[in-house]
């Protein structure tokens, strides 16, 4: 995966805008079930990557609210690049 911290910013807000669609377009697609449901979904993937997100979380010295937000929020995006030092925090 790529090493430059551009890439991954670009990826997280592609997160952020994930999950504009998803309700957004539920509600313009008059279906809003359907969008809640997916932004569901994505948060309950983002709760099975919490165990790994927590590890390298802690041997960066981050608090556990920090981690726990920031993983419900990025998940895989903002743990990768913490562990392979490309954010800091």
């Known amino acids: 995966m790529n090493k ?3 890439f991954w910013l670009l990826v997280q807000a ?7 669609l998803l ?21 309950v993937l983002h709760l099975f990557e ?3 997100a927590l590890k390298i979380g802690r041997e960066r010295g981050l ?4 981690i ?7 998940g895989f995006t903002w743990w990768v690049p913490l562990k ?3 954010i800091k925090k």
């Open 4 to 6: 430059k911290l551009a």
């Open 14 to 20: 592609s997160t952020i805008l994930l999950y504009i």
């Open 23 to 43: 309700i957004g377009g539920g509600y313009v697609l008059n279906q809003p079930a359907i969008g809640w449901g997916l932004y569901a979904a994505l948060f």
């Open 50 to 52: 919490l165990k790994t």
């Open 63 to 66: 608090s556990t609210m920090r």
């Open 68 to 74: 726990v937000v920031m993983n419900l929020i990025f």
């Open 84 to 86: 392979r030092g490309i």
